[in-house]
């Protein structure tokens, strides 16, 4: 009898924790379409089921399918035929940029029809999940399930491993060095390898040394006179004086890490040969890129996605990189852009260069609505938008906020203290105006952006739920580790998250230790990105050096690291077009329909298996769910 | 009083572990010496002390130093002024070459003074060594010394560290990069990777497709007809249908990995593609691996000593290999040749190739001895010897063999059965051949060999014994983590080895277990090599990629990676000139005067670390045993 009770008890667990489960997975749908994110066809079908609904192709939740930034022999600076201005207001409004049609209706505050998000609902749905995660009963079905994947995946690879190998052999010419990858996560200022970086400052002293290069305290300097300033000759330099590279002093230092950007430890040479706005109008660190670009397109099948800083200190930052971009020609069809914002507000406020938050904000966003409602006035901004495919927050996470978000949390306009506002508080911020903003677009036609931030590399779990609603992707996801119930809704949700264990070694986690393996193997959308080549890889080919260690250290088969450079495609800011020529026509129908092997070289026997067993893991919350419903209905 | 005696106990234990060792250290010295091998001068110092003498530079046991392969601006293939015939008359006994002056003194039987080593002797020291490693006194001394030499690193990595970086910031265009490697351990049928490998398939089938490149069973093919044969399309062929790279299916399988060696599991395109001799006079091979040096020879600071096989089916074989090297203009300046015999007479015996032993022997020795008495008449052996620096042998260490080593042995001649010699067996009469061949190069003033063999990469531990008496190098050395008496001695006797992780990751250890970065720390002599990039490499820099695993996984710092690169030139086959240029003038003397830290980017302060720590294990064994002579005397 006793006995019995303890069933029912449990399968009342099992019911609820499928309830909460499903309940987020429908608060990150609703977040993910508000923002022209992409969420996985397979789970929506399942949503729409358990409401009794059934999934229809409209519904869709993606980005433009229409939008290609670069059509082939055209232009990509083309500065004509701009759209027309539409005469928009904008004002910022809690943090939020608001779209008016016209100043009078400015005036009377009734704001276009866009979806402007409130901090108290999200705080509200935040804090439904954060109960979720720790929830016992919610745990345990959660950490069950996730063991189960493993060990069916133990089991798929000791039935199939041979028969995905002949798959894979039978199709011609496609094999892992030639199918299409893309470096998710590296940071435009340390894109270069310590060899490239050193071998660039060599040839310029070689021929421009008496350039001019620098302008500090008025005076002007030639790279011959920075060089004897700092009491060395280029000649003599070496990768070890140069002191980039991450070592065992890193570990878990990430402010030694950051100061591994000053080339000999030299703020100067950053300024110069890693700045986009300086003296000679970022002309070297354009140079650098562009060779970088170079190699990516002589490999053809490697793309990458740079990440740039806009910081928020000026509205001027985004004309400046904008021109830059335009003038120093750094379009590649290999490389699309990303934008991060360093969580830096608290040293701004120090230095009084912003008095809160909104305006921080304000700098970062308003440039982008206006280029989006004016491009004509805004040119070289509109044109460089074309180009960007997402926003990244950044920062090391480990450091400690004494700050809680919450529904009660100051407005940003409130938000004076010096203090930097909480992770969450960031990301809320951040993509509450880029939904606003991918609105806009769409309703122009134009391409929206994916919100990728750093998150769960270090520090609380909590980012990890922030992320969950807000990120298209993210990078890292290392503390997912930590909570079971957070990685099988990454799982159910299939949230991409770009990997660098390499990275990781050098900052937070020794590479055994690295979760990425076990993540794969349990059916998470995992890739493979660099990261910093400047501070991690030895090789000239920074993104193989990453796949070739990954596969020997963890005796990845080639239908593995072929899945992950799918994957890898999959979460890039690659147009529709290109994900269609580089996954295949129907990529985005579920399992084997939507892959084509001939470009992915990923088996149809793999994409069975994970097709089929996420279905089965989603039917289980939906089934769960339903028989609830009629015993409900019964009683 | 108890204790007392026990104390007493202890310390004549440790006086006789001391002397074993000592013991085992001379005859490593005389084998050495005899063979013109490395023998390092701290530690012939200590064994001179020893025995109360001194230590003068003339008893250098060292190849030859004035002998250098070719001068700069030479023509490296020339057959111009080539020595006299000597007349010497050879003849094989106990399955050694035996040299005389002339046809009356060979019926006399006085052989020219050379040395002969006798099995009888060689298998009495052997077990001496044997004895030893077993013994519990000694393997608990040593057990403690390699202890205490980890913490001691540890010790001076924590003290020093920053120092040893100073230095190397300090030091002028000096960085890893451009400090010399050499790839210890290469086999030049897998020299090139994978994607290399298909790469040159698709160009030959793109412009020599109508080329006869093959004679099969009396038919020609061309290399359309090949492909047609095997129903493959090149274009389609993909690096896994190419199917040469080593997977999961391969760890504790080299008989599986071996088969990796086929290109599309078909013979036909490794006869064509990775032979020297064939039907096309193995241009295709020779084009691959000069491609291969041409890459070296573009980084300027890479080296290979890429591995030929020599079988011993027929005495042809040795002037095939030469007319194939010169033919070929396989010369390269970043490359010294290897001699790889595999133990396979059980093969050959069996299909009736040999009669006995002796006779494979013969096959493999006596052209190269011929062509040392009579260059004139074995032209292109003579200059292909030039090239050549050591003998390797090669096969899985992991078979079991039946037959045991002993003084009773059959001789060679004798040696009929079916069954495969031990591994010792192999080894002392490679051994054996080579110091007689040694000695007739040097008294004409022709370069030497390095005997550097396969060892301890599996199977039974005496291995390692054979090859701490008879070689001057080994490969692998892995099973040495077994016999802390036997890592002990390598360590004093300074023995090189070079050690390939990621070969081992996929065939024998897992690279989390490899001993290498454990061996480096208690300051072991090892090199890191790649063995076999076709089947283990992902990126075009094999050897680079190697250096940057080591170096990620195991956070190596720059100053590791640079000893383990001069490491590698040190126990290389280059020229002692080329040593001087990479290593410093003065690199045969111990400690820091040897290191020119210009060159090597070798911190002094590892390098007197390294040379004190040496000297205080030696210094510890000669007072004990000086001790105890004391007290003998005093008695």
Chains 1, 2 share one sequence.
């Not at 480990?398 to 203090?419: C, G």
Request: charged letters at 25%; one cysteine or more.
């Amino acid at each position: 009898m006793m006995e019995g009770i303890q069933k029912m008890q449990l399968f009342e667990d099992y019911e609820q924790a499928a309830k909460t489960l499903l309940t987020a997975l429908f608060i990150r749908e609703k977040y993910s379409r508000l923002a022209y994110h992409r969420f996985p066809r397979t789970t929506a079908k399942f949503l729409r089921s358990a409401n009794n609904e059934i999934w229809s192709e409209e519904e869709e939740v993606l980005p433009g399918v229409s939008w290609s930034a670069t059509v082939e022999g055209e232009d990509p600076y083309s500065m004509e035929d701009l759209p027309q201005n539409l005469n928009y207001s904008l004002k910022m409004k809690d943090g939020i940029i608001y779209v008016y049609d016209n100043e009078d209706t400015l005036k009377q505050d009734q704001p276009r029809s866009l979806p402007y998000p409130d901090l108290e609902t999200f705080a509200i749905e935040m804090s439904h999940v954060l109960a979720m995660i720790a929830d016992g009963p919610t745990k345990t079905y959660c950490h069950r399930r996730l063991n189960f994947l493993m060990s069916k995946f133990h089991l798929h690879e000791m039935l199939n491993e041979m028969a995905e190998l002949k798959e894979l052999k039978s199709v011609p010419h496609r094999d892992f060095y030639n199918v299409r990858k893309v470096d998710t996560h590296i940071h435009a200022a340390a894109c270069m390898n310590q060899k490239h970086l050193l071998k660039f400052i060599k040839d310029t002293y070689k021929t421009e040394a008496d350039r001019v290069v620098l302008e500090k305290g008025g005076k002007k300097f030639t790279l011959k006179q920075v060089f004897e300033d700092l009491k060395m000759d280029p000649y003599d330099l070496t990768v070890d004086s140069l002191d980039v590279h991450a070592g065992r002093q890193t570990f878990h230092r990430f402010d030694k890490f950051n100061s591994k950007y000053n080339p000999v430890g030299a703020s100067e040479l950053r300024e110069i040969y890693i700045k986009s706005d300086n003296y000679i109008n970022g002309e070297y660190f354009a140079r650098l890129i562009k060779e970088v670009a170079h190699d990516l397109e002589e490999s053809k099948y490697q793309h990458a996605e740079p990440r740039l800083s806009i910081y928020g200190r000026a509205p001027e930052e985004w004309d400046s990189l904008s021109k830059w971009f335009i003038k120093q020609k750094l379009y590649s069809p290999n490389m699309r852009w990303i934008i991060q914002v360093p969580r830096i507000y608290d040293i701004f406020r120090l230095k009084k260069i912003v008095p809160n938050f909104a305006k921080m904000l304000e700098n970062i966003f308003l440039p982008l609505f206006q280029a989006t409602v004016n491009p004509q006035k805004h040119k070289e901004t509109y044109v460089f938008l074309k180009h960007v495919t997402g926003f990244d927050s950044v920062d090391d996470e480990s450091k400690h906020s004494d700050q809680i978000f919450t529904y009660k949390s100051p407005k940003p306009e409130e938000w004076t203290m010096e203090e930097n506002p909480p992770y969450t508080y960031y990301l809320f911020h951040m993509y509450a105006n880029i939904i606003v903003l991918n609105n806009l677009r769409k309703e122009r036609g134009l391409n929206t952006f994916q919100f990728r931030p750093h998150c769960g590399e270090a520090g609380s779990i909590t980012h990890l739920v922030s992320a969950f609603l807000t990120a298209d992707n993210i990078s890292h996801g290392l503390n997912l580790k930590k909570s079971p119930v957070l990685q099988y809704l990454y799982y159910l949700a299939q949230v991409p998250i770009a990997m660098s264990p390499l990275s990781n070694n050098s900052l937070f986690l020794e590479y055994s230790k690295n979760p990425l393996r076990e993540f794969l193997q349990k059916g998470l959308c995992v890739s493979l990105s660099t990261d910093d080549p400047l501070q991690f890889h030895y090789t000239k080919e920074a993104l193989m050096e990453e796949y070739a260690i990954a596969a020997q250290l963890w005796k990845l088969s080639t239908c593995d690291v072929c899945e992950i450079a799918r994957n890898s495609v999959l979460q890039s800011g690659l147009s529709h077009q290109e994900k269609k020529h580089f996954l295949g026509e129907n990529y985005l129908q579920d399992g084997p329909e939507g892959n084509d092997i001939r470009r992915t070289n990923v088996a149809q026997i793999r994409m069975a298996y994970r097709h089929e067993t996420l279905c089965n893991e989603l039917s289980f919350l939906v089934d769960a769910v339903k028989s609830e419903a009629v015993a409900e209905k019964a009683s």
